[in-house]
């Protein structure tokens, strides 16, 4: 046989290998895609108009490929080829070799937060190695939460402002000071999460982050930005252009015409495809007889601001982040004042969307919004549950941890379930899986919706 | 006084028979015919007598005489069971022979009804085939020969025409089992009007000397040639059919649309629920009340009320009558150095769904000719014109929706399609039942039917040559070398349009398809006779196949620029571009030896080995033999009753390699970001260290004829297990991969095959009653996968269908009842079924398929009627889930137990009552609510799954030819008129609403039933003459 022969199977559609800065912005692009819309779901942002399964709890298991094997499996492709010393050299064209390891271990941590946040326990330390581990053990979510404040710690500190940066960036477009800004931010979202169960961790690791370099203003957001191309652009302006499954819900339509919040017209859309003078919120979690008897006409859809072709993807806010600021102030973590910052958070969020600042300086002496120290809780996990508004995954967690807002179930949850505090795992992992997973499952309880994360007690 | 006598020895058709025995009685000296039927031997004397013999005609004994030339017309020897057949790489075979099963169509069994598509022709004709047809012209038939064998590959049998290997791709999108537009398998481009015989070699033994491919099984079609004849020859054949749907599903004519049993109000007055695709609503009872039409300006109930009242039909109405035509025309002729065919046919095929047409247009020729006396030079190529507009969609995969899906799973049953039939504004725009709100007249979820088969529409046109060169050279009487040029070679071309004001964005894509496979062959051929007892011939060739595969298609994205204006460039944003390139070599050399013993014993042993371009260099070359034997009893045992009796068994494998590129990673190319690439790494991991996979097969059988030859029977038993399988592995995804591309895995299928044929009738007066039957089973079992590995995922779509160690094939898991210890369904307090997680059910292969065949044929008449049947294999039916989920089936209505209608409110003595029983062993007494009871049961999947089995009297034909006498005054010699009926009912099925047989696409995603078409019922007559 000739050359020609085994040359023919060299695959002529596929690259053999690519720079790096390309498999980043694969990455950060499947890592948008989350579990977003769930979360404003079970958060009650939004309701369902008609098919209202996810509203109504109907699926207890929910799959995690789609975080593995998208923008993991890319950022530990980024990752070892800057590592490795056979391609760190030819890697180093798309930046740094530490500044890109840095920026795809943040993007980690954000992402393996998330998934812990939704299933618990997970494959972290022995995940992504390919066909050299297939059957990666489960770790615990304390080890895992230690491990993802010690990545941001190093990360971090690997990231040189003065070298090249991360080529491929839709985030921060390669601006290495904004990723240790974020590092540092996430840093104490990861760390204010452990304060239910680990109060200690969460102090040190909240009021170390804070003494960082965090977010200064809303130019410093962690955001992902679409383009009006329709590879690119918003997943619910796509959605919307041809279903209309997702209105506003009327938990959160009422909580905020009781506080006559003026960010009201910018989450929510008028009635009659926004033709009326009115805002009404889809009842929420309702039966799909019920569903289906609420006219299209009569109720509110999400707001332009959110969900046109350009609307972006929210991360992190500097609002967030102050939000989180005043609740180590008003746990006596760090110092400061904890009215002050709660309401610059507030503020924050409403330049962030747009509205007038006389409108927001007006609400914020609004009754149910004062903030009130002996009530802390309340008032942070209400307001900071309305600022997170299209952040669904940190909306649902947030309420996990805080209880705040005051909640009800769907009225017609099925078989009377309660707001899911976690997801299962998929069939797919117990056929693939099976010793690991059941070994979880022993650890952490059984593999139910009810079934609370280890931070959420 | 030697002296030459010679000749030729031609079959009953005129045509020269090569590689018959002539001897000289009583002596062992004898030369057999060369290539055109020719010989010459030396003769003692005027008294020699010549004995001419072949296997499976009537041996001739002649008297020499004075003559120096004698011709011989053979004629087939009918009582010796010793037909001739078509086996592996053309080589014509006696039948008693051979040491597997074979079994032959003939062209007329295939053409006897039209069909568009050779697969489908072959339904229940032979036993262990089992064939699968799609409805809709240019649909998919699949065809399945001794059960699947590959895992996660093809499982179709690999196509040939006169030596030509065919592609029988399906490119179909979307094999998940949610459907897509169905653009039909490939092989459909053989036309039944050029087809001489169809012989299926069903196992590895009958197909091992065409390698890998053949694992499946081979269709090996051989086409019809001219005869040496005065003049020319010229057929016309003329056929019309008229296609109606078979079966429609049983709707509800008492609800409308809605979900609630009143209507709203809008500004005072009562309006249907325009955005509820489902029909709980308000009894149609004459109420009048805002229709959808109303809220139009330019209709003539504008602003209007009027009556809310069933329109029964209306399903029906929409559904017209399809119409087929085939003409043909041939001419064919020859002479003593040269035969020819030349033959044209048109197709044209209506559906009955609107708007969609086939039209196929095929030219054929086949010509030989003998360029000296030992050189033979021929060729036979087709051309193939396709041409399908407007294919609608199935299921839910294609761009604009599938109307059908609308009919069987969401609408509203008072929707009047006269009304529908006025399908757009004058502007263009979608004049749909499904209004967002009176203020809003977009579609929600459906559009008008008729504005989608009218402006978004899916068409195909494929060209396509495919044929061979061939030269052979006769050495010497017994040594014969031939080679072969073949091709074949094909443009697929498709456009997709989405109109304008479509729910989904206005797009248009379109894809070029072009596939190119050529083979080189050599094949030498010796035969030699020793002392008139012992046959020997011995076969060696090599092949080389080169296979390059393209495909180049552009989506719009984002949108059109001008609205309606279907061109790439409308593209609002950068358009999306598929390029994909693949390229495959095969050499293979190949031998093979069989050995007869005085017509009675037969053993034949061969051997190949294919080195493979798509498997590492260090194993890349794979060998593998196969043994074949039989024993003609009915010499051996003299019994008058007995007309012929054998006994045979096979051994064989088969080696396989696998498709390109699955040895090195690759990273995906994603579109760009602004001006950022992407690249992301792939979700397969691919193997350096693949190996080769494996087939093996033994069969054993046994075939017998009795009374003359007026009752035959044949058995097989076979037993065929595939090794080493290339597949991907499902890995945990927490790898960072979804799978990787192992060898592993085994399954097994093993099967009884039984045909049976008898003449119950033969009188005197000339009637004449052929009975034929076969009967076939075979079992599937998935014995092991990759090590760890249980289930391997075909496909989901709701439920899954899987291959799980210990079940057959296309398994279903999905979520069904829990039953208690009495096999009562269990229900809970609150009076629902309850629900049962990941069940896994049965599988879609089914147990046993057959056909049944009965003709009558008395003075140029005749009458045949074809049944086929199959039982068991489980078919999930969305239509019935979602028919009864929507209120639209005749199911969801009814009286309960006390005498009230089940959709009255419960607390008013409606309501449904589940069949189970309670936690504690006690009846169910819950009623609840009848549209809560079959949302519910639609979570409940197993209630959808039914049982596929059929009975169906698939055609019916009644001939006559016209008598000589007749047509003695016509420049005619023959006329045959015929009434022809196909698919005319099914006699027996356990699926309501839907037909039991439904192909999607074919491949290896079955059992899935979605928004089908309906199969379709065609009754027409054909005409031929020949002149």
Known sequence: CTGDFEELNTNPNDPVSVPTAYLMTSAQRSAIYSFNTTGMLYAQHWAETQYTSTSTYETEEASFNGYYTGALADLQTIINLNTNEATKGAAAASGSNDNQIAVARIIKVWLFQEITDIWGEIPYSEALAGVDNITPAYDTQESIYTSLVNELEEAAAQIDVNAAGMEGDIIYGGDMAKWRKFANSLRVRVGMRMSEVA???????????????????????????????????????????????????????????????????????????????????????????????????????????????????????????????AEAIARGWVAGDAAATYNEAILSSMEYFGVDAADAAAYLTEAAVVYDAANYRQLIGEQKWLALYTNGMESWSEWRRLDYPTLMPAPNAQEGREIPRRRAYTSREYNLNEANINAAVDRQGADVMSTRVWWDN | QERAVSGTVTDETGLGLPGVNVLIKGTTQGVPTNADGTYRISVPGPDAVLIFRFLGYTTQEITVGSQSTINVEMQPDIADAGEVVVTALGITRDKRSLGYSVQEVSGDDVNRVKTDNIVSSLSGKIAGVQITNGSGPGSSSRVVIRGVNSISGNNQPLFVVDGTPIDNSNFNAGGNGGGGVDYGNAA????????????????ASAAALYGSRAANGVILITTKKGTKRKGIGVTYSTSVTFNDPLILPEYQNEYGGGYKQTFDTYEGEPVVNYAADESWGPRMDGQMVRQWYSWYPDDPDFGKLTPFVPHENNIRDFYETGVTTNNNVSLAGGNDASRYRLSMTNYTSTSVIPENKLAKNTISLNASTNLTEKFTASTNFSYINLKNDNIPGNGYGSGAGNVVTSFNQWFQRQLDMDKLKNYQTADGVDRTWNIKSPTDLDPLYWENPY???????????????????????????????????????????????????????????????????????????????????????????????????????????????????????????????????????????????????????FLEASLRNDWSSTLPADNNSFLYPSVTGSVVLSELINLDVLSFAKVRGSWSQVGNDTSPYQLQLTFDGQNNYGSFPAYSTPNTINNPNLKPETITSQEVGIEFSLLDSRVGADFTYYHVSATDQILPLDIASTTGYNSTIVNAGEMVNKGIEVSLRGTPVRSENGLTWDVNFNWARNRNEVIELAEGQTNYLIASWGPSINAKIGEPYGTFVTDGFVYNDNGDKVVTDDGYFERATNQTYGSYLPNWTGGFTNSFSYKGFNLSAHIDFQDGGTLYSVSNRYGTYSGMFQTTVGTNAKGNPIRDDVSAGGGVLADGVKSDGSPNDVYVDAQEYFKHLSSRREYYLYDASFIKLREVRLSYSLPQSMLSTLPLNGVDIALIGRNLAILHKNVPNVDPES???????????NGQHPSTRSIGFNLTFRF
């Open chain 1, 199 to 325: 109060p200690a961790v969460a102090e040190s690791v909240v009021s170390s982050a804070l003494g960082a370099d965090v977010f200064a203003d809303n130019s410093d957001n962690a955001l992902y930005a679409y383009l009006s191309d329709a590879a690119n652009d918003n997943p619910y302006y796509q959605h919307f252009l041809t279903r209309t499954d997702y209105a506003v819900s009327d938990v959160l339509v009422d909580f905020m015409k009781q506080r006559n919040d003026p960010r009201l017209p910018v989450y929510a859309n008028t009635t009659g495809d926004n033709t009326t003078d009115e805002i009404v919120g889809m009842p929420y979690g309702v039966s799909e007889a019920i569903a289906g008897s609420v006219t299209n006409a009569s109720i509110s859809f999400p707001g332009d601001f959110v969900r046109s072709a350009t609307s972006a993807g929210v991360i992190m806010t500097h609002s967030e982040l102050l939000f989180l600021q």
């Open chain 2, 188 to 203: 459909a481009d053989i036309n039944p009007d050029d087809v001489e015989s169809v012989t299926v070699l069903k196992g």
């Open chain 2, 451 to 601: 504005y989608v088969l009218n402006n978004s529409t899916n068409d195909m046109a494929r060209e396509r040559v495919f044929g061979n060169i061939s030269l052979r050279y006769q050495i010497t009487p017994g040594l014969s070398v031939q080679g072969w040029a073949r091709t074949d070679f094909y443009t697929d071309r498709r456009e997709q349009s989405i109109a304008s004001g479509s729910i989904p964005q206005d797009a248009y894509s379109e894809s070029v398809r072009q596939f190119r496979e050529n083979n080189y062959e050599l094949l030498v051929q010796y035969q030699k006779v020793f002392d008139n007892e012992l046959d020997l011939s011995i076969n060696a060739g090599a092949n080389s196949r080169q296979s390059k595969y393209n495909s180049n298609g552009a989506s719009t994205v984002g949108g059109l620029n001008v609205p309606n204006f279907f061109n790439i460039n409308a593209s609002i944003d950068r358009p999306s571009i598929t390029d994909y390139e693949s390229n495959q070599e095969v050499n293979s050399v190949y031998g093979s030896a069989s050995l007869g013993y005085k017509g009675t014993y």
């Open chain 2, 999 to 1009: 192909a999607y696409g074919s491949g290896n995603t079955q059992g899935f039933e």
